[in-house]
């Protein structure tokens, strides 16, 4: 019983152990179950205890680490730096190479970066890469040396100069005669290429000559050999020319290449005033070949005064006449007795409608002013005498009477009743007179006087005014006679601080009887023209009249200025339209204080005209001519637009109502062109090669240096954004 017991507690303890031992085996943690790459797992434990921590590092060539911890069977992470290859950075720039990774993507552990060398350079190390190792970069940076040519060796007669005796890549080496009278029988400069060879033969010395070329379109010798300094003679066929110079035979060659060049005339682009040419758009005439010409409306044919003229493309490759349209403009009048405005005398020529403000000296008249036309002056400047014919006097005669009276002039008029007074000839080519006849009545009308008291006398009447009055002519008494049924003057007092007459010596004419108010100022009319005063006190005080310029009076189309009546203070203009037409408005206008009034306007009786159509608006020109009989209501004008301009919406233009209605023009999008390019420039000749007549973006034309001199480098105008870049010619050293 005892024994089995025990037998009994054993199996019991040796079954509670294995249990115990299975459960903490199975709470370790292995190695194995970590799932990072690149780790280094050699030096570590096959288990970890449960609670352990372990660092797991990076593999060779890896950064990084991660901190672990056993729980329970499985790993917990406590901190992680994920591995990554080792970076190397930059492998190294070799001078005159270039490198590329042949190995990776990136500059890190693992990566291969081969090394090869630029044109001209061969590699000099024995290894051309480098590969990224965990201490870095391993080799040294690979070497590239220049390439290089074989030695040039000086002789006698040909001189070399350069880096002759150890030429390398890219070097130049030029070549002289040592005399003056050989030249090179190869190019002057060979270069050192990059396969170690030279560019062309080192050259020899020989004695200077030249072969005639073969000139297109010209004649020459081909059998004559030409020594130095020779000249070539060559003759062109009919319609061209040699080039301008002399080809001299030089060491280097012609000294400019002989050439047959056609002969044309270059019209250019349109200038200012030209409307139109025919044919349209051609630059570049041949000999005998014509080009019509038709100026603006405001410009004529130079010398001419034509609007329209055929020119001709002569043998020499000028114009028969010159293609220009000048402006038209007017001479200045010359005409006696006129007497032009200040601004206008030093002034030699006007242009198209300009207008010119003149007076006329004494004893004339004309103007006031005058335009320019296609015409000449409208009106015609000019002065004419200025007469008044024999006056006629109802109920009297003029003393000692003639046909024909000069301005200025005087005569007494005596009247029936015995009344005399005298009449001027004005400068308007009118009488003024002082007075008038009337028929002899038999007593004078009664009159009243306020401010003073009246006595009759023999021939009328004395009066005298009360205190503070005086008379009109400025006295405390005065006298009235009756003569032919009218007294001989207005009786009345007035303030002693108001004016009356003006004293006779300043000859006022028809003053009239009003008093003027202390400090008045007014303007009238004397013997010797406009005359002003100030009432200062009861005392007229003279006073010089400030003129006040008037402008040029307002231009009304279809309608003439009839009469102008100028004074100080106010002109004035009459108006009378043409046949057919008929005003609106005031017929008479006004100029006060400089300003005139408002214009009338001419009205056609009948449907509205327009007048001519612009030949040129809003960046179209006129293409179609039509008669003026034709510029009624709804008539159109058709237009075409400049170059590098399209229409908007329509291409004509539409009367109504007596105005045109014009189209317009806008540019073309993205168009960008050259004008003609320059003949001359930069030491430069045009050659003319390959013409046109418009020339857009990327055009190119070639030029030629002019004698002595050469292309410092390309040869040719190029046309870019609507400008020409232009070649450079240089001094031939």
Same mark, same amino acid.
């Given at each position: 019983?005892?024994?089995?017991?025990?037998?009994?507690?054993?199996?019991?303890?040796?079954?509670?152990?294995?249990?115990?031992?299975?459960?903490?085996?199975?709470?370790?943690?292995?190695?194995?179950?970590?799932?990072?790459?690149?780790?280094?797992?050699?030096?570590?434990?096959?288990?970890?205890?449960?609670?352990?921590?372990?660092?797991?590092?990076?593999?060779?060539?890896?950064?990084?680490?991660?901190?672990?911890?056993?729980?329970?069977?499985?790993?917990?992470?406590?901190?992680?730096?994920?591995?990554?290859?080792?970076?190397?950075?930059?492998?190294?720039?070799?001078?005159?190479?270039?490198?590329?990774?042949?190995?990776?993507?990136?500059?890190?552990?693992?990566?291969?970066?081969?090394?090869?060398?630029?044109?001209?350079?061969?590699?000099?190390?024995?290894?051309?890469?480098?590969?990224?190792?965990?201490?870095?970069?391993?080799?040294?940076?690979?070497? !590239?040396?220049?390439?290089?040519?074989?030695?040039?060796?000086?002789?006698?007669?040909?001189?070399? &100069?350069?880096?002759?005796?150890?030429?390398?890549?890219?070097?130049?080496?030029?070549?002289?005669?040592?005399?003056?009278?050989?030249?090179?029988?190869?190019?002057?400069?060979?270069?050192?290429?990059?396969?170690?060879?030279?560019?062309?033969?080192?050259?020899?010395?020989?004695?200077?000559?030249?072969?005639?070329?073969?000139?297109?379109?010209?004649?020459?010798?081909?059998?004559?050999?030409?020594?130095?300094?020779?000249?070539?003679?060559?003759?062109?066929?009919?319609?061209?020319?040699?080039?301008?110079?002399?080809?001299? !035979?030089?060491?280097?060659?012609? &000294?400019?290449?002989?050439?047959?060049?056609?002969?044309?005339?270059?019209?250019?682009?349109?200038?200012?005033?030209?409307?139109?040419?025919?044919?349209?758009?051609?630059?570049?005439?041949?000999?005998?070949?014509?080009?019509?010409?038709?100026?603006?409306?405001?410009?004529?044919?130079?010398?001419?005064?034509?609007?329209?003229?055929?020119?001709?493309?002569?043998?020499?490759?000028?114009?028969?006449?010159?293609?220009?349209?000048?402006?038209?403009?007017?001479?200045?009048?010359?005409?006696?007795?006129?007497?032009?405005?200040?601004?206008?005398?030093?002034? %030699?020529?006007?242009?198209?409608?300009?207008?010119?403000?003149?007076?006329?000296?004494?004893?004339?008249?004309?103007?006031?002013?005058?335009?320019?036309?296609?015409?000449?002056?409208?009106?015609?400047?000019?002065?004419?005498?200025?007469?008044?014919?024999?006056?006629?006097?109802?109920?009297?005669?003029?003393?000692?009477?003639?046909?024909?009276?000069?301005?200025?002039?005087?005569?007494?008029?005596?009247?029936?009743?015995?009344?005399?007074?005298?009449?001027?000839?004005?400068?308007?080519?009118?009488?003024?007179?002082?007075?008038?006849?009337?028929?002899?009545?038999?007593?004078?009308?009664?009159?009243?006087?306020?401010?003073?008291?009246?006595?009759?006398?023999?021939?009328?009447?004395?009066?005298?005014?009360?205190?503070?009055?005086?008379?009109?002519?400025?006295?405390?008494?005065?006298?009235?006679?009756?003569?032919?049924?009218?007294?001989?003057?207005?009786?009345?007092?007035?303030?002693?601080?108001?004016?009356?007459?003006?004293?006779?010596?300043?000859?006022?004419?028809?003053?009239?009887?009003?008093?003027?108010?202390?400090?008045?100022?007014?303007?009238?009319?004397?013997?010797?023209?406009?005359?002003?005063?100030?009432?200062?006190?009861?005392?007229?005080?003279?006073?010089? !009249?400030?003129?006040?310029?008037?402008?040029?009076?307002?231009?009304?189309?279809?309608?003439?200025?009839?009469?102008?009546?100028?004074?100080?203070?106010?002109?004035?203009?009459?108006?009378?339209?043409?046949?057919?037409?008929?005003?609106?408005?005031? %017929?008479?206008?006004?100029?006060?204080?400089?300003?005139?009034?408002?214009?009338?306007?001419?009205?056609?009786?009948?449907?509205?005209?327009?007048?001519?159509?612009?030949?040129?608006?809003?960046?179209?020109?006129?293409?179609?001519?039509?008669?003026?009989?034709?510029?009624?209501?709804?008539?159109?004008?058709?237009?075409?637009?400049?170059?590098?301009?399209?229409?908007?919406?329509?291409?004509?233009?539409?009367?109504?109502?007596?105005?045109?209605?014009?189209?317009? !023009?806008?540019?073309?999008?993205?168009?960008?062109?050259?004008?003609?390019?320059?003949?001359?420039?930069?030491?430069?000749?045009?050659?003319?090669?390959?013409?046109?007549?418009?020339?857009?973006?990327?055009?190119?034309?070639?030029?030629?240096?002019?004698?002595?001199?050469?292309?410092?480098?390309?040869?040719?105008?190029?046309?870019?954004?609507?400008?020409?870049?232009?070649?450079?010619?240089?001094?031939?050293?």
């Amino acid at each position: 019983m005892g024994s089995t017991m025990q037998e009994v507690s054993k199996i019991f303890f040796v079954a509670f152990w294995v249990f115990s031992f299975t459960l903490v085996k199975s709470q370790e943690c292995s190695t194995g179950t970590i799932q990072y790459e690149n780790v280094q797992k050699s030096d570590l434990l096959k288990t970890y205890q449960n609670g352990a921590t372990v660092k797991v590092n990076c593999a060779t060539g890896y950064i990084g680490s991660y901190k672990l911890q056993c729980e329970n069977g499985n790993w917990e992470t406590i901190s992680a730096r994920e591995c990554k290859k080792k970076p190397c950075g930059h492998p190294g720039d070799t001078p005159n190479g270039d490198f590329k990774l042949t190995v990776g993507s990136e500059f890190v552990f693992g990566a291969r970066v081969k090394y090869t060398c630029r044109p001209g350079y061969n590699m000099a190390s024995r290894i051309d890469y480098r590969d990224c190792r965990i201490q870095g970069w391993d080799n040294a940076v690979p070497v !590239c040396e220049v390439v290089k040519c074989s030695p040039i060796t000086n002789s006698d007669d040909v001189i070399a &100069s350069g880096n002759i005796e150890e030429p390398s890549f890219g070097d130049v080496i030029h070549f002289e005669c040592a005399s003056f009278n050989k030249m090179l029988d190869a190019p002057e400069d060979i270069h050192c290429l990059e396969n170690g060879q030279w560019s062309g033969k080192v050259p020899k010395c020989k004695d200077i000559e030249c072969v005639a070329p073969e000139i297109p379109h010209g004649i020459t010798n081909p059998a004559i050999k030409y020594r130095e300094n020779d000249i070539i003679q060559y003759k062109c066929e009919e319609k061209y020319q040699p080039r301008p110079g002399k080809p001299k !035979c030089t060491k280097y060659g012609w &000294s400019i290449k002989p050439e047959c060049e056609e002969i044309v005339c270059m019209l250019g682009s349109p200038t200012v005033g030209v409307y139109s040419t025919e044919p349209k758009g051609v630059s570049v005439f041949h000999v005998g070949e014509h080009v019509q010409i038709t100026c603006l409306k405001t410009h004529w044919f130079y010398g001419t005064k034509q609007q329209s003229r055929s020119v001709k493309c002569q043998n020499d490759g000028t114009w028969s006449s010159r293609p220009v349209c000048e402006e038209m403009t007017c001479e200045k009048p010359e005409e006696e007795h006129l007497v032009l405005s200040y601004y206008y005398r030093y002034k %030699q020529t006007y242009q198209l409608n300009a207008d010119i403000q003149y007076t006329c000296e004494a004893g004339y008249k004309g103007g006031p002013s005058s335009r320019c036309t296609e015409n000449g002056w409208d009106p015609k400047p000019g002065c004419i005498k200025i007469t008044c014919s024999k006056p006629h006097i109802d109920y009297g005669t003029v003393k000692n009477p003639q046909n024909i009276y000069r301005a200025d002039t005087h005569v007494v008029i005596q009247c029936d009743d015995g009344y005399e007074f005298y009449a001027t000839c004005t400068r308007n080519g009118v009488w003024q007179s002082t007075g008038k006849c009337k028929a002899k009545p038999s007593v004078c009308a009664p009159f009243s006087l306020t401010h003073g008291f009246t006595r009759k006398s023999d021939r009328g009447y004395l009066y005298t005014c009360d205190s503070d009055y005086k008379t009109f002519d400025g006295k405390w008494w005065g006298e009235v006679t009756c003569q032919g049924g009218q007294w001989s003057d207005t009786p009345q007092c007035i303030p002693d601080k108001k004016c009356g007459k003006i004293p006779t010596v300043y000859k006022v004419i028809n003053q009239g009887n009003r008093a003027f108010e202390d400090r008045e100022r007014h303007e009238f009319e004397c013997e010797v023209g406009p005359c002003c005063f100030h009432c200062a006190n009861g005392k007229w005080q003279n006073q010089d !009249c400030a003129y006040q310029k008037c402008p040029t009076p307002p231009y009304v189309e279809n309608a003439v200025i009839t009469s102008h009546e100028a004074r100080t203070s106010q002109q004035s203009v009459t108006y009378e339209c043409r046949e057919n037409y008929s005003i609106t408005g005031q %017929q008479k206008i006004n100029c006060i204080d400089s300003k005139w009034g408002n214009a009338p306007t001419c009205t056609l009786n009948g449907p509205k005209e327009c007048l001519n159509p612009d030949q040129e608006i809003n960046n179209a020109h006129l293409d179609e001519a039509i008669s003026k009989a034709q510029y009624l209501d709804s008539r159109q004008a058709k237009y075409k637009c400049k170059d590098g301009f399209q229409f908007k919406d329509r291409s004509y233009a539409t009367c109504s109502a007596g105005q045109w209605n014009y189209p317009q !023009c806008i540019p073309v999008t993205n168009f960008q062109g050259c004008p003609l390019p320059e003949n001359n420039i930069n030491n430069a000749t045009w050659s003319r090669a390959n013409r046109k007549a418009y020339y857009t973006e990327g055009d190119t034309t070639e030029y030629r240096c002019n004698e002595g001199f050469r292309f410092e480098a390309q040869s040719f105008a190029k046309c870019s954004a609507g400008k020409w870049t232009y070649p450079q010619c240089i001094e031939d050293s």
